[in-house]
């Protein structure tokens, strides 16, 4: 079984930039792509970011540009750099194994940003 731990949320005013990170409790990168998701307040889960095991990634339209993923196989860390924040990135951010298999099917419990003046 492989743990996820995200850390880094917290408040932030608009134009400003977070780091979060998603600690894996095990080695997984070089077998699972690992994808960042947000649920904004009373809204659905979204996948806004997704790093495939070649280290190619990807983002959402709504992010692209001022968002980047990255990871740290050494400390088993995954990463998402974000800027120029926005209120409408208010939202819990949960790292994931992306995409979603039967050996690579973990979560993490979140960690909340909220961007406000």
């Known amino acids: 079984q492989v743990q996820l731990m995200e850390s880094g949320g917290g408040s932030v005013q608009p134009g400003g930039s977070l780091k979060l990170s998603c600690a894996a409790s095990?080695?997984?990168?070089?077998?699972?792509?690992m994808g960042w998701y947000r649920r904004p307040p009373g809204k659905e889960l979204d996948l806004i970011s997704y790093?495939?095991?070649?280290?190619?990634?990807n983002y959402a339209d709504v992010v692209k540009g001022r968002f980047t993923i990255s990871e740290d196989n050494g400390n088993n860390t995954l990463y998402l750099e974000m800027r120029n924040l926005t209120p409408r990135d208010t939202a819990m951010y949960i790292c994931?194994?992306?995409?979603?298999?039967?050996?690579?099917?973990?979560w993490g419990q979140g960690t909340e940003v909220t961007v406000s003046s």
């Open positions: 095990r080695p997984i990168f070089d077998r699972c792509g």
């Open positions: 790093i495939g095991t070649d280290g190619s990634t």
């Open positions: 994931a194994t992306f995409p979603l298999s039967g050996s690579c099917n973990y």
